[in-house]
């Protein structure tokens, strides 16, 4: 069996040092830690690069 380290798609810290969530998107898996969730939330095209098509996404609308 093959140890992977399971990073943070955008800060890349492990899991050793910070609590991950698991996604999925275009079919494909990514780990975003806890304090890094808001920038897939608010400012996604931050995330260019290092998951498919963020830069055409748009920021979550939270209108009340």
């Given at each position: 069996m093959t140890d992977t380290m399971l990073v943070c798609l955008n800060?890349?810290?492990p899991?050793?040092?910070v609590p991950l969530v698991s996604?999925?998107?275009q079919g494909s898996s990514a780990w975003i830690?806890?304090?890094?969730l808001p920038v897939l939330?608010?400012?996604?095209q931050r995330l260019a690069g290092r998951l498919a098509d963020a830069e055409s996404m748009t920021p979550?609308?939270?209108?009340d």
């Open positions: 800060c890349q810290r899991e050793s040092l996604l999925r998107y830690c806890s304090q890094c939330i608010h400012d996604p979550a609308d939270h209108h």
